[in-house]
Structure formats: structure tokens, C-alpha cells
């Protein structure tokens, strides 16, 4: 990997690192536009300072747009979405492995 594409991967990890910022994108991966109401109350127990934060820098990385309906992803954002399809299959995949390790480590059935 060069250190080009080093760079790109450092900088949107850096922008997704932030506190909330997948889950505001995760919330909108329907394709759904949401009231910021709406928005906070799927992303749950996000602050308004919080939600206001992460949606002004996804926008400036044009990942997330507002509209007349509400907030939304836009077609990049949608693009980085869909390439993060198998993360729940994995998510299960892994929380499985996760409680057999515990239930291993603790001896119970």
C-alpha cells in the first residue's frame, strides 16, 4: 500500500473515529431522510451539541446532506455504506465467538 493511499485511510478513519460519527451514518443507511429529532432519537443518547458536531463534519466530508425531509446520506456516503454491508454479518460472527471465549473463561455451559 503506498503511503497515498495511507494517508486517504488515516484521514476517513480519523473523521469516522470521532464519537457517534458511524452511528449517525449507520442511522441513515436505509436511504431515509431524518428530522435531527428523528436522527437523535436513532443514534441514541447523542447529545444535540454532539449531533450537530458530527453532522456538520460529515458534511464538509460529503458524506451526509440536508434536504427539504431531513438529513441524509449522499451518493458517497451511500457508497461507503454499502461497502460496509457484511459488518453485521461479522458483528454476529463475532459477538458468537465472543461469548463462547466467556463461557469457556468462566466454565459455564
Given at each position: ?68 425531509d431531513g438529513y441524509c446520506v449522499t451518493p458517497v456516503g451511500t457508497d461507503f455504506l454499502k461497502r460496509l454491508a457484511d459488518v453485521p454479518a461479522f458483528a454476529n ?17
Amino acid at each position: 500500500m503506498s503511503s497515498k493511499d495511507n494517508a486517504a485511510i488515516h484521514q476517513l478513519l480519523a473523521l469516522l473515529e470521532a464519537r457517534y460519527a458511524m452511528r449517525v451514518l449507520w442511522a441513515l443507511r436505509d436511504g431515509h431522510p431524518q428530522t435531527f429529532r428523528l436522527l437523535q432519537d436513532s443514534v441514541g443518547g447523542i447529545t444535540p451539541n454532539t449531533l450537530n458536531t458530527r453532522i456538520k463534519d460529515l458534511r464538509e466530508a460529503g458524506l451526509l446532506c440536508h434536504g427539504q425531509d431531513g438529513y441524509c446520506v449522499t451518493p458517497v456516503g451511500t457508497d461507503f455504506l454499502k461497502r460496509l454491508a457484511d459488518v453485521p454479518a461479522f458483528a454476529n460472527r463475532w459477538v458468537s465467538v465472543q461469548g463462547r471465549k466467556k463461557q469457556q473463561a468462566t466454565g459455564t455451559p
